[in-house]
């Protein structure tokens, strides 16, 4: 196991809602990334976020929004959800912003 | 241009082969490279790192060549629990983004 918690594990929401997940980190990482992985796809990155503070962007709309907290635990928080936000959401700390991630089991996201 | 692109397979090899993919990155700016492994609905685990110099963890071998701008990795002696979707992931310093290629799967068939 890496010790990289998600949760909630499932989440079913509906179309033009809000969505929170959660994410704690390994034990001394002080680094977490977010990525969608959509089915057949492969991870892409949403953001970093490095000792509380944004550290780097993918490709996402200012919709999806991020918050790491002194236990460098962080939150990924989607506004206006939209039917293509339906995903695998994966967190992923690492000690630094360029070495190795591990990666929690993910929340299955589905927007109806 | 996909920053990470890989070959998506599928490759079915028979036990005992050896098998290769191959990943290639478009910026020269990228720094550090890895590979993982993500069985069906499971999250990616890593797998190795991957160094200039080229690295070996038992069956399996990684290189880096940058002048052509891809990674490889090896894998001898196939075993079914191999069986697997294998992720390139590449790590771009400038802007400090992380890019992953789609996954190469492979079937190892007894």
């Known amino acids: 196991e890496t010790g990289v918690t998600q949760s909630p594990t499932h989440l079913i929401k509906t179309r033009g809602q809000q969505v929170t997940l959660r994410c704690s980190s390994q034990?001394?990482?002080?680094?977490v990334s977010w990525y969608q992985q959509a089915l057949g796809q492969g991870p892409q990155f949403i953001f970093q976020?490095?000792?509380?503070?944004?550290?780097g962007r993918g490709n996402f709309p200012p919709r999806f929004s991020g918050l790491q907290f002194p236990n460098y635990s962080s939150e990924l928080n989607v506004n206006a959800l939209e039917l293509d936000d339906s995903a695998l959401y994966l967190c992923?700390?690492?000690?630094?912003?360029?070495?190795?991630?591990?990666f929690g089991q993910g929340t299955r996201l589905t927007v109806v | 241009r996909k920053e990470v692109e890989q070959d998506p397979g599928p490759f079915n090899v028979p036990e005992g082969a050896t098998v290769a993919f191959n990943c290639t990155y478009s910026?020269?700016?990228?720094?550090?490279f890895f590979w993982y492994r993500q069985d069906c609905r499971k999250e990616p685990k890593l797998l190795m790192s991957?160094?200039?110099s080229g690295n070996e963890d038992g069956r399996f071998t990684a290189q880096l060549n940058r002048a052509s701008q891809y990674i490889s990795l090896l894998i001898r002696d196939s075993k079914l629990s191999d069986s697997a979707t294998y992720l390139c992931?590449?790590?771009?310093?400038?802007?400090?983004?992380?890019?992953f290629g789609t996954g190469t799967s492979l079937t190892v068939i007894p």
């Open positions: 992923a700390s690492s000690l630094g912003v360029n070495t190795e991630a591990f």
């Open positions: 034990s001394g990482h002080n680094t």
């Open positions: 976020y490095y000792r509380e503070e944004e550290n």
């Open positions: 910026n020269s700016a990228s720094q550090s």
């Open positions: 991957v160094y200039s």
């Open positions: 992931a590449v790590n771009r310093v400038t802007g400090n983004q992380f890019y």
